[in-house]
């Protein structure tokens, strides 16, 4: 059973960070594409970054308004996926989301929800003075 679970969500003020983690079971991390998105209170849910395993590194992909700004990696000795945030805005407080894309084959096709078929439960990110 493939399962999916974020943490390190929290409190912070503008312009601070926090790295939040999305730790896999249940499937070969190696393997798949991960995403994470965020869905804020009264909006749909949005594609953030995705990482897929082509390159030396893994290829990621970032929504125009975090670039520059957040990062993701992977660690699949450790079954884990990251996401480092920096200089986060209120416009940035949502509950945040891991999910293994659907096509299974190591690739980041979008950052279209409907490319994802199994999510964690959310982590709550709040950005507030």
């Known amino acids: 059973q493939v399962k999916l679970v974020e943490s390190g969500g929290g409190f912070v003020r503008p312009g601070g960070s926090l790295m939040l983690s999305c730790t896999t079971s249940g499937f070969t991390l190696n393997g798949d594409a991960i995403g994470w998105f965020r869905q804020a209170p009264g909006k749909e849910r949005e594609g953030v970054a995705c990482?897929?395993?082509?390159?030396?590194?893994?290829?990621?992909y970032y929504a125009n308004d975090v670039k520059g700004r957040f990062t993701i990696t992977r660690d699949n000795a450790k079954n884990a996926v990251y996401l480092q945030m920096n200089r986060l805005t209120p416009e940035d407080a949502a509950v945040y989301y891991c999910?293994?894309?659907?096509?299974?084959?190591?690739?980041?096709?979008?950052?279209?929800?409907?490319?994802?078929?199994?999510w964690g439960q959310g982590t709550q990110v709040t950005v507030s003075t």
């Open positions: 999910a293994t894309d659907l096509t299974r084959d190591g690739l980041c096709h979008s950052l279209a929800r409907q490319e994802y078929d199994t």
């Open positions: 990482i897929g395993i082509t390159g030396s590194h893994g290829i990621t």
